[in-house]
Antibody
């Protein structure tokens, strides 16, 4: 079964940093764009960032641009999200998700279970 | 950025009812729209992609339609397992954006 497993969430102080990881299995990782989507407590879904299969293209939501960095290690089938200068409004469950087809036009068909990020002093 | 507006924000319905959720994009997104179902504490699940294509494994009571700026998700006969929150997402251009969600509740 195709699977994504996130890790790295936790409690961090405002201004701090955290790196999320997402381990992929049972699909050809390099063939698909990967994204991070977050959900604040009691709120809707918010797209955060996407990286192409090769890693050559990255896109970010304006709310995280300059603070978050998406990357991937295709040799390890792993996606990352480096989060710096964290703010209270970054507190959310973070999901990694696989593109459903070529590019991102077909939505996201496989999601991880989510990892929770709490930003608090 | 493309804004996605879903309506209604919530709907109360009974098992067996037909339920329709609409999603409007602030500009033309062709047919690059996806629909997701999310249950409490769980990750979203892709139901429909490119506006009307049913994702593998999704029951046929779910259907999608529309193009351009106006889209619809229809559940033809609501089942107990369909009580959840539904989101649309435009996949036409970055930044990707989601609708605010529609919660389908038991009447």
């Amino acid at each position: 079964e195709v699977q994504l497993l996130e890790s790295g969430g936790g409690l961090v102080q405002p201004g701090g940093s955290l790196r999320l990881s997402c381990a992929a299995s049972r699909f050809t990782f390099t063939s698909y764009a990967m994204s991070w989507v977050r959900q604040a407590p009691g709120k809707g879904l918010e797209w955060v960032s996407t990286i192409s299969g090769s890693g050559g293209r990255t896109d970010y939501a304006e709310s995280v641009k300059g603070r978050f960095t998406i990357s991937r290690d295709n040799s390890k089938n792993t996606l990352y999200l480096q989060m710096n200068s964290l703010r209270a409004e970054d507190m959310a469950v973070y999901y990694c998700a696989k593109a459903a087809g070529s590019g991102t036009y077909h939505g996201m068909d496989v999601w991880g279970q989510g990892t929770s990020v709490t930003v608090s002093s | 950025d493309i804004q996605m507006t879903q309506s209604p924000s919530s709907v109360s319905a009974s098992v067996g009812d037909r339920v329709t959720i609409t999603c409007r994009a602030s500009q033309d997104i062709s047919f690059y729209l996806a629909w997701y179902q999310q249950k409490p504490g769980k990750a979203p699940n892709l139901l429909i992609y490119v506006a009307s294509s049913l994702q593998s494994g999704v029951p046929s009571r779910f259907s999608g339609s529309g193009s351009g700026t106006d889209f619809t998700l229809t559940i033809s006969s609501l089942q107990p397992e369909d009580f959840a929150t539904y989101y649309c997402q435009q996949a036409n251009s970055f930044p990707l954006t989601f609708g605010g969600g529609t919660k389908v509740e038991i009447k």
